[in-house]
């Protein structure tokens, strides 16, 4: 089953409309006539059956026959990563950690990060197309360029959990139960500084392990990822 | 810390040769100089801490003064896996499932498996250096060119799992115990076929989910690394 996506819908005139990429995808690589079915999200959990009732190579409008509104996870999940080096690390990470689900991506700039210029319209298209691809439903948010030094001081996401390779004893899932709303954030190539953590323990963040494999940066947020929705399964 | 590979380990003379790449990384990219020290490892689990005692750009020989045993990983993890239509898919895969931890992938020709050539050569570099990035210093074994239907017949692996997208009711890691020794099927793009599934259940598989996730391939082989991963935590 393919999805679209758009935030263009009319529930008074009961229509969506697909324009750019999603147009285009809908014409000219499915080739879909008037007529056709095609299934559309919102990002907010709900899936529209529709029929088409126009179509070009730029617009796709169609009237919707059916709504089902699939259900919010039961836990909020936010992971903040640091940009890596090579910025298809980061991309792949959104991609996978998308799929597998989580609620929101901060990019998070600490001592040791590499300065990185995030192409943010890239990074919404992958976070969109890994959301049709999984159907999960709802379209994560993904915030950018984000402070460490602000974010410790934030109680906006849960329960906050420091993952870093100085040895913590503790493992995720020993500690994050189910149901439970958190923040995880990784550190960047070569580790949060002992000063970052220090201060981020100050604020009531708990630190944990990940396991004893030495990962990279992407590939902890993608186990993070995997591991909450373990817990919660 | 920064491990190099080699299986020219000599314990009578207690002396280690680097050559190829692993060589030139030593004296080109590190700069290692005679008297220095370097970390080797077998991919059997031995660490050899050595002290360089000959160093060109196409060799380097170290002699042994210490050497650490990693204990073996409480489970063999056997994932079977079908080659992707995007090479870099399956590579990446084979990077984070390294990473995460697991002891034998096979690459598997299914029905409506994608026709690759696989980079034997290329694909050995990636698992060594996700190895050495890793710090599991175990190599994991990668046999290709695998036979669906030879592979169901066979019990050399363990305990038989079998992931597909036609909704078994049971998740992985609420069968699959700690410290048990298995092999996990997953599909190729576009799933195993209705009449493999049948045939490997027939044969003693047992189907399994990997969460509510519509996952691609890539994605549910590195979920099966940190199920497994999280189960013998």
């Keep these: 089953m393919i ?11 009961n229509t ?7 147009a285009q995808h809908c014409a000219k690589v ?47 999940l936010t992971i903040s ?3 890596t080096k090579k910025q298809s690390r ?4 959104l991609e996978k950690a998308v799929e597998i689900g989580v609620s929101r991506i901060i990019l998070t700039q600490t001592q040791r990060t590499e300065k990185s210029r995030l192409k943010e319209v890239r990074l919404h298209k992958i976070v ?9 439903l709802y379209l994560p948010q993904v915030i950018t360029n984000q402070n460490w030094n602000d974010l410790i001081q934030c109680n906006d996401y849960g329960d906050k959990y420091i993952a870093h390779c100085e040895d913590p004893k503790t493992h995720l899932a020993k500690i994050c139960g189910p149901a439970q709303d958190c923040i995880v954030a990784i550190g960047p190539e070569g580790d949060f500084t ?20 030495r990962l990279r940066t992407e590939t902890a947020g993608v186990v993070v990822a995997s591991v909450l929705a373990q817990i919660n399964m």
């Excluded at 002992?194 to 494999?213: F, R, V």
């Design 3 to 13: 999805i679209h996506y758009t935030k263009d819908i009319n529930l008074n005139h």
């Design 16 to 22: 969506i409309t697909l324009t750019g990429d999603e």
């Design 30 to 76: 499915l080739r879909k006539r008037m007529g056709e079915d095609i299934y559309v999200t919102d990002g907010e959990g709900a899936l529209h059956s529709c029929k088409i009732i126009e179509i070009s190579k730029t617009e796709c409008k169609a009237e919707i026959f059916n709504t089902l509104q699939q259900s919010k996870r039961l836990y909020d």
């Design 81 to 83: 990563i640091c940009p």
């Design 90 to 93: 980061i991309e792949w990470f």
């Design 128 to 136: 969109v197309a890994a959301m049709k691809q999984s159907k999960n």
């Design 194 to 213: 002992t000063q970052e953590i220090k201060l981020a323990l100050e604020l009531g963040w708990k630190e944990i392990n990940l396991g004893s494999s």
